[in-house]
């Protein structure tokens, strides 16, 4: 499966805790997105990567949440002491720099926070 | 700033007839794209149908259509000969082309459900 992958593809934490995901991009796709999607509602933008460097940042992420990128493939999402409105499902996805490079996305990783 | 409005929760449909699926968008950028994506019930979304806003043919993509309407701000989507798995949350979403923005801006979605 040549696909987006994320891990876990679910997370039960408690209120206070850190949580960790990770992502793997299509191999051939420098690109790579970050969203949030609350029950009911569309995905929500929260970062997106150019090879290794951060280049996009929605408001949304607050200072609880960082991602990183250190090689320019894998990706991995942090949240510090999560809230109970974290509980989300978490979606990432890639792309290449092509002509409307459209956005391949993974199977997600769905948070609860407790 | 940029807005998606899908103002139809959710469609009934009759299997094999065809479906449209209304969607407009806000934007005052002369560059950008839509796109629609079908989330089923696993939760992974699937790229569908592109549209460029200086395309002049609407996009076709086999049983999808996207009816381009550029004056009026709208595109929605035609499903032809709809299936049993057609049956899904169906987002539209719009990229602005300035200053090399990426993100994707998503509507809320509308639930097709396909009768057999």
């Known amino acids: 499966d040549t696909g987006v992958s994320q891990d876990p593809r679910h997370k039960i934490t408690k209120r206070g805790q850190n949580v960790t995901f990770r992502c793997d991009p299509i191999s051939e796709h420098n690109r790579l997105y970050w969203y949030r999607q609350t029950l009911g509602q569309g995905p929500e933008f929260l970062t997106y990567f150019q090879n290794e460097a951060q280049l996009e940042k929605s408001r949304l992420l607050s200072d609880r949440f960082s991602a990183e990128r250190p090689k320019g493939s894998f990706s991995t999402l942090e949240i510090q002491r999560t809230e109970q409105g974290d509980s989300a499902m978490y979606l990432c996805a890639s792309s290449s720099s092509g002509s409307y490079n459209e956005q391949f996305f993974g199977p997600g990783t769905r948070l609860t926070v407790l | 700033a940029q807005k998606i409005t899908q103002t139809q929760p959710g469609m009934f449909v009759q299997e094999k007839e065809a479906v449209t699926l209304d969607c407009t968008y806000d934007t005052s950028d002369q560059s950008y794209g839509l796109f629609w994506y079908k989330q089923p019930s696993s939760g992974e979304m699937i790229f569908l149908i592109y549209?460029?806003?200086?395309?002049?043919q609407n996009a076709t993509e086999g049983r999808y259509s996207l009816n381009f309407q550029k004056a009026r701000k709208s595109a929605n989507l035609v499903i032809s000969a709809s299936q049993l798995g057609d049956s899904a949350m169906y987002f539209c979403?719009?990229?602005?082309?300035?200053?090399?923005?990426?993100?994707?801006?998503f509507g809320q979605g509308t639930r097709l459900t396909i009768n057999p």
């Open positions: 979403a719009m990229r602005e082309d300035h200053q090399g923005a990426q993100k994707l801006v």
């Open positions: 549209q460029g806003s200086y395309d002049e």
